[in-house]
């Protein structure tokens, strides 16, 4: 990807916010601005991490905030990182936050940082419940361009893993299932 190409997609990323007061409990693709944010911007291909959570009502959110600040900034020191939406908690403390990146491989070595091990080890304290839907995002181009949203499988919560999720907010699992 070239410079000038890349510079327009990380912009086109910057303006994708969500276009339903639900959006949380949407599928990923119906509740953003995706097509009009990245309609005419280049890419063929880009890697979507997905973290939908309930967080738990004694949740210290002072400590998540802190954690999740620094596996950010790592992530954004690692490079490839076009857009994280930190999503908001609902009424019902249920939240969607997701990663954006220019593509997979980014994203792994994303997660291997010290300040993702440390959100990782915080999850079971932090949520009753979440979710993770990883997603190759695919730019299909011809007389209407479209996107598609490919699935590439979710992980779910593991209680013999509880961090396996946080690890992924801005990464990918280190493991086969990867």
Same mark, same amino acid.
């Given at each position: 990807?070239?410079?000038?190409h890349r510079a327009g997609l990380y912009e086109a990323c910057r303006r994708l916010s969500p276009i339903h007061p639900d959006h949380a409990n949407l599928p990923i693709q ?13 890419? *063929? &291909?880009?890697?979507?991490? !997905? ?12 400590v998540l905030w802190e954690h999740d600040n620094r596996a950010y900034a790592d992530a954004l020191e690692a490079g490839g990182l076009l857009r994280y939406f930190k999503g908001?908690?609902?009424?019902? &403390? ?17 997660? $291997? ?12 304290? !932090? ?8 997603? *190759? ?13 490919? &699935?590439? $499988?979710? !992980? ?6 509880? $961090? ?9 699992? &280190? *493991?086969?299932?990867?």
């Amino acid at each position: 990807m070239n410079f000038d190409h890349r510079a327009g997609l990380y912009e086109a990323c910057r303006r994708l916010s969500p276009i339903h007061p639900d959006h949380a409990n949407l599928p990923i693709q119906e509740g953003f601005n995706w097509s009009s944010c990245l309609a005419g911007v280049p890419f *063929d &291909r880009l890697y979507l991490v !997905v973290f939908r959570s309930v967080r738990r009502a004694t949740a210290d959110l002072h400590v998540l905030w802190e954690h999740d600040n620094r596996a950010y900034a790592d992530a954004l020191e690692a490079g490839g990182l076009l857009r994280y939406f930190k999503g908001e908690m609902n009424a019902h &403390r249920e939240c969607l936050s997701f990663c954006l990146w220019e593509s997979r491989e980014q994203a792994r070595r994303a997660s $291997g940082g010290a300040s993702h091990r440390a959100a990782a080890r915080i999850t079971a304290e !932090v949520y009753e419940s979440y979710t993770l839907e990883r997603y *190759d995002l695919i730019k299909i181009e011809g007389a209407k361009e479209s996107l598609v949203f490919r &699935r590439l $499988g979710e !992980v779910p919560a593991r209680e013999d893993a509880p $961090g396996v999720a946080a690890r992924e907010l801005h990464g990918v699992r &280190r *493991d086969s299932a990867s």
